[in-house]
């Protein structure tokens, strides 16, 4: 059904390039190469700020100014159709670490203390997510309360005998249904932005906030000026 789903997306979104041929604009759209993707932004946070962008494509640049090596952007030449995302936090010991973990709250044996409290008030509890593409605004505000999960087995204290890890299911927790889909294009100027009602009260270097789109893929599908 997704992918049906995606099928139409693309079908309206391109329907006026073929002068309203609908048979023709059908056929391009059977002829796009289709499957299931992501798409992983970062951007660093801090205590100065209460407003993070992220990158969408390679020439685009987040708010750190820096694209990180673990993040995987959309091509200029192909669109996502989105049918959910997440968004995490992580500690990392620099731009270019590779071996963190994502999050899904502030674990304070993850995070400093005083960084684990900002992050599950200031930024879980009160932040939102919005989204631009060209100006126009498409997701006005969705809480990051959605994303925040704090599982019922949790890590106590380092890891080792009688403290297990944080118990998480990567495919489901820190995900959210993006209804109606999103379509993400490449080659237009798309801005997904967290705001905070402040900036955060403790961040220590190299926290980071990553969001994850999910959704299928339509390779070949803008044309890139």
């Known amino acids: 059904m997704s992918f049906d789903v995606a099928k139409r997306l693309l079908f309206d979104a391109w ?57 995987n952007r959309l091509m200029l030449q192909d669109s996502l159709i989105v049918s959910e995302y997440g968004l995490f936090v992580a ?8 071996a963190f973990t994502l999050e899904t709250y502030g674990n304070p044996n993850i995070f400093a203390a005083a960084d684990a409290a900002a992050l599950n008030s ?26 925040w999960y704090k599982p019922q ?13 944080d118990q998480l299911r990567g495919a489901e927790d ?8 999103l379509l993400l294009i490449g080659s237009k100027n798309y801005i997904p932005e967290i705001v905070l009602p402040s900036s955060l009260a403790s961040a220590s270097s190299n926290i980071r906030a990553i969001l994850i789109y999910k959704g299928v893929l339509a390779q070949n599908s803008t044309v890139v000026n």
């Open 15 to 71: 329907i006026g390039t073929f002068n309203n041929n609908a048979a023709e604009c059908q056929r391009w759209v059977n002829n796009r190469k289709l499957s299931q993707h992501e798409i992983r932004l970062e951007v660093g946070l801090n205590t100065i700020n209460n407003r993070f962008v992220f990158g969408v494509t390679p020439n685009q640049f987040n708010s750190s100014n820096i694209t990180f090596p673990t993040e």
């Open 91 to 98: 500690q990392t010991t620099g731009s270019t670490d590779t």
């Open 122 to 147: 200031t930024f879980y509890s009160n932040g939102y997510f919005t989204t631009k593409v060209n100006n126009d605004v498409v997701i006005p505000y969705r809480g990051l309360f959605n994303h």
């Open 153 to 165: 087995t949790q890590q106590t204290a380092p890891l080792g005998p009688g403290s297990p890890q």
């Open 174 to 181: 820190g995900f959210i249904t993006q209804e109606p889909n």
